[in-house]
């Protein structure tokens, strides 16, 4: 159980282990569920890692970890996110 403190304006920073786990950039955007007595933080991706593989391919395409290619496009296109 890892274990995080919110500052004074609201803010709750997500530990260096968690974000590297999830893969997870800054402004990434996140869904908050509120239950009885806790609270849901997750992501907003389509699936894990795609909005930074994407990211990646389009801020850095000469350098980008996941080079363009025709296979690349055509799981895109097919909607076959996992496994990027």
């Known amino acids: 159980m890892l ?4 500052d004074r304006k609201g803010r709750i920073q997500l530990p260096k282990a968690v ?4 893969d997870l950039k800054k402004n990434e955007t996140f869904e908050i569920k509120i239950n009885d007595t806790s609270i849901t933080i997750k ?3 389509d699936k894990a890692g795609m909005d930074s593989v994407l990211r990646d391919m389009i801020e850095h395409p000469l350098h980008s970890k ?3 290619t025709k296979e690349l496009l055509d799981k895109l296109a097919d909607g076959q996110w996992s496994g990027l």
């Open 66 to 68: 996941a080079p363009v």
């Open 3 to 6: 274990i995080t403190k919110m």
């Open 19 to 22: 974000r590297r786990r999830l």
């Open 43 to 45: 992501p907003t991706k």
